[in-house]
């Protein structure tokens, strides 16, 4: 059925119809908008896959690095040196060899092995010489002094050993002398020797202190 329309009515409803044009999205508006939420998708994958790649480039950079660096270090690795082969672990027979070594000599008088029996710096104290013995000049001369007095017979009474370390060691000793044709027939010494290792791995008594006994 027909309805006539005012003009006025009319009017308002073709000013209703357009402003409903206006508000209503064309149909392909829909479609439109699904097609910029794709390609923001699309974009914000490319975006973070580039981000992925550009971290996992830095990675690669950073361990390709470490490598270069291993590299150059294994190819000025130094030579391998023979190891220092391991010390001993000193004992008292030992010590007591070494101190009485340079005896063995004794009856042929060689001053050499009683001169390096001391080393460069060895102090003490002798029993003929007041000062304290600082110097190797006269170390040297003391035993130069205990081999004219011709001793061919040193017999020890007593010894003790005392290590304190495989470097270091104390020898106390009671030693009787005596000499056929020397200038004193006998005598007798307490002494204290220390022994250290040097650089050389040898041991040389670096000091001494020795005395005659107490007259009875």
């Known amino acids: 059925m027909l309805v006539d329309l005012d003009p006025k009515d009319a009017e308002r409803h073709g000013a209703a119809s357009g402003r409903a044009s206006q508000a209503t999205p064309p149909p392909n508006l829909p479609i ?3 097609s910029r939420s794709l390609v923001y998708g699309i974009t914000k994958v ?3 896959a580039e981000l992925r790649q550009g971290v996992s480039m ?3 950079r950073l361990v390709l690095a470490a490598l270069f660096i291993v590299t150059l270090t294994g190819c000025h690795k130094p030579p391998n040196l023979p190891a220092a082969a391991p010390k001993t672990r000193l004992t008292e027979e030992e010590a007591i060899r070494i101190a009485t070594a340079p005896m063995a000599d004794w009856d042929t008088k060689n001053s050499q092995a009683l001169d390096t ?3 460069p710096d060895a102090i003490g104290f002798e029993p003929n010489t007041a000062p304290l013995v600082a110097n190797g000049a006269a170390w040297l001369k003391i035993n130069k002094d205990l081999l004219a007095m011709k001793f061919d017979k040193v017999t020890v009474q007593m010894r003790k050993v005392q290590i304190l370390s495989n470097d270091v060691f104390i020898l106390t000793s009671y030693t009787d002398m005596t000499s056929t ?3 004193m027939s006998s005598t007798t010494w307490r002494c204290t020797d220390v022994f250290q290792r040097l650089s050389d791995g040898k041991f040389r008594i670096v000091n001494e202190h020795c005395s005659y ?3 009875p």
Do not use: E
């Open 32 to 34: 439109f908008a699904k």
């Open 46 to 48: 490319r975006i973070v």
């Open 58 to 60: 830095q990675r690669s």
């Open 117 to 119: 029996m001391y080393a």
């Open 181 to 183: 044709n020397g200038p």
């Open 213 to 215: 006994p107490p007259k």
